[in-house]
């Protein structure tokens, strides 16, 4: 796939080796690039994930001071097809949510925490 059809979404972490395994080994990403402590990135389809670390130059303080860290709610969303299977999929590996399963009128969610405390949200559509 050409570069131009990535679609590419930064998150800070705590730490940058700790990331890539998390990604790697529960997720399925695979490295592009890792130039640990500081950055690396991944891809999982058409997914770039950018990790930038405290050393990194995203990880430079504002004028203001303010200094760039991981959390917050914003996150990746993947589609799942068995929500439940999925889960205790995770659980076994070590996975670390923030919520249970929610269920709203485009389907079900859950809260996956990454090991900054970045979401990844894993969703299954309602039936239609």
Excluded: C
Aim: no cysteine.
């Amino acid at each position: 796939m050409p570069d131009s059809e990535l679609v590419s979404v930064r998150y800070m972490v705590d730490d940058v080796d700790q990331s890539i395994a998390f990604y790697t080994e529960v997720l399925g990403f695979e490295i592009l690039t890792n130039f640990a402590p500081a950055f690396a990135d991944l891809r999982r389809g058409n997914l770039r994930l950018l990790l930038a670390g405290p050393t990194s130059s995203a990880g430079r303080p504002m004028q203001d001071g303010a200094k760039p860290g991981p959390g917050g709610w914003n996150r990746i969303h993947f589609i799942v097809d068995d929500l439940d299977a999925e889960v205790a999929r995770l659980r076994e590996a070590g996975g670390d949510f923030r919520n249970d399963i929610v269920e709203g009128p485009g389907g079900r969610q859950i809260l996956l925490e990454d090991p900054s405390g970045n979401f990844v949200e894993l969703f299954e559509p309602a039936e239609r």
